[in-house]
């Protein structure tokens, strides 16, 4: 598997998605659909390492995004 941009396979909107994200540390999408999909791309057996960790990094934003700030600090 030849190693090109992260979240390639995915839908344009969930890579404008995690990069807001990324960029902000909000998400105008609906965060924990965004998390179940990134969360998949994560475990495909077959993804490399550094694709993953990118993947479960936006997983983990999308989810803190979907927390209300009073809990964001208990959640760690």
């Given amino acids: 598997m030849a190693h090109g941009q992260v979240g390639a396979e995915l839908a344009e909107e ?29 475990a495909h057996p077959l993804r490399p390492t550094r694709s993953r960790a990118v993947a479960e990094l936006i997983t983990d934003l999308a989810r803190r995004a979907d927390t209300p700030p009073r809990l964001r600090g208990a959640a760690r």
Avoid: F, I, K, V
């Fill in 14 to 42: 969930d890579r404008d998605a995690a990069c807001e994200l990324l960029r902000s540390g909000t998400c105008h999408d609906d965060p924990p659909a965004l998390a179940a999909r990134w969360a998949s791309y994560a």
